[in-house]
């Protein structure tokens, strides 16, 4: 069985008032690139061991310190609500200009208009209960008990569209490169998750690189710079993340490089973007930035300082860390420029165990670890995991769906930038819980 899956945000008056008139509430229809009934045409017996093992089945997480309760809940895929109303489970922007709200008693196919007093806080319980079904975990977990998941850098509640898929190709024992139907669905998965991350990336060129995380690709990357490019010096800023921080830090020890810092102003605590031009030289062959900060929420204007950058070395490697600014910001690496852009799908109703990154041409190229075999762009260490692919296109066919809502065209891409605009436009979580305290 497919779930709906619906999106919540503030609706007001032109896209512009900072009164807000209702709320929407976005269903998307149970729709699945995937066939989930995968029925075997015949019996057959798994007798390669290369190509894995059979799973035993398990319905429920029943093991020692999970409630009962957790067990149903796992079973049911029932979630309950969160307090005085707030469910920040997707973003949907404030309305643009022109869109207007359908009426309650003649909605639009997969929109609600729900008229609500923002000093109450409430939905009505029918599309209330819809939003709570869709996720796991929403306002309690076995640990904690009741809590509201606001830990956006943590990462973010996961629809069960996106946990059904990774389950499914998890209970699949077959394996890419083997002769069999199980193994060319594998193949097939993982064709359409790299082609859903260039996607995501806005990529028209360069290579993907997979990773075990956000972090261990971070580490692929600057090895693989460092190691080869010419150069004395690195540059990166304050405000990273502790994954490019300690990248940079050791490879420059390691290739006998100078590690430069461009630090936060005490009285903004932003990065100035002339403090990391005054860093950068003809001997710089490695610039690291952060898109958007996990500590202060400063985005930095990376389409700016790349060109700049480039200014002073035209040649310079550069690689954003886009992990913290893609589930709330549009990418477009053909745009930015730059030689690598890192996500992480957990932070973008995604699955954690993976990493990803869109690589240029002249990075893709660099030595790097890879079988000795495998062609010269290819970053893939071991067996590729085509589970994690099947999560992310889940992911990438709701953004979609939900760009539908604000765009008529059909493109993938035109319906992703919709989607992405309307969530950026949304205004804080923050702004929203303060509102209705």
């Known amino acids: 069985m497919m779930y709906p899956f619906v999106s919540c945000g503030k609706l007001f008056e ?127 977990d076995p640990y904690s008990g009741p809590r509201a998941f606001f830990d956006a850098a943590s990462g973010s509640c996961r629809p069960k569209r996106v946990i059904e898929a990774m389950a499914l190709e998890t209970c699949l024992p077959d394996q890419q490169g083997r002769a069999n139907p199980g193994s060319h669905h594998a193949v097939e998965v993982t064709e359409k998750g790299i082609e859903d991350l260039r996607l995501f990336f806005g990529a028209k060129s360069g290579h993907i690189i997979p990773g075990w995380s956000s972090s261990h690709v971070i580490y692929r990357i600057t090895d693989a710079v460092l190691r080869s490019v010419q150069g004395t010096n690195v540059v990166t800023t304050g405000l990273d993340h502790a994954s490019v921080r300690s990248a940079v830090s050791q490879f420059a020890a390691m290739y006998g490089k100078e590690e430069r810092v461009a630090e936060p102003n005490r009285e903004t605590a932003a990065v100035e973007p002339d403090s990391i031009y005054r860093l950068v030289d003809e001997d710089t062959c490695f610039l690291a930035i952060i898109h958007t900060s996990n500590v202060t929420g400063e985005v930095l204007d990376v389409n700016n300082i790349v060109r700049e950058a480039r200014r002073i070395k035209p040649d310079l490697f550069i690689m954003v860390d ?86 008529v065209s059909t493109d993938r891409r035109d319906l992703l930038v919709a989607a992405m605009s309307a969530i950026k436009s949304q205004p804080s979580l923050q702004a929203t819980v303060q509102e209705m305290l």
């Open 14 to 140: 032109g896209g512009r008032s900072t009164q807000p008139i209702g709320r929407v509430l976005v269903v998307t229809p149970p729709v699945s690139h995937h066939d989930h009934s995968l029925q075997p045409k015949r019996p057959r017996s798994l007798s390669m061991a290369g190509s894995g093992v059979a799973r035993p089945p398990r319905a429920t997480p029943a093991r020692r310190g999970v409630s009962a309760r957790a067990q149903q809940q796992f079973s049911d895929w029932t979630t309950l609500r969160i307090a005085h109303g707030v469910s920040h489970v997707a973003g949907l922007g404030a309305r643009p200009s022109g869109l207007q709200a359908p009426d309650i008693d003649n909605r639009a196919p997969g929109r609600y208009y729900i008229p609500t007093s923002y000093q109450e806080g409430l939905f009505a319980p029918k599309p209330m209960e819809e939003v709570r079904s869709q996720f796991l975990y929403v306002d309690w």
């Open 322 to 407: 886009g992990v913290q600014y893609s589930p709330s910001g549009l990418i477009d690496v053909e745009d930015i420029g730059a030689d690598a852009y890192v996500i992480a799908p957990y932070k973008n109703y995604g699955v954690k165990g993976c990493g990803y990154a869109y690589a240029s041409d002249r990075l893709a190229r660099l030595p790097h670890w890879k079988y000795t075999f495998k062609p010269e762009t290819n970053w893939d260490l071991g067996g590729v995991e085509h589970q994690s692919y099947a999560a992310w296109s889940e992911v990438v066919d709701h953004l979609c769906w939900l760009g539908g809502h604000f765009s």
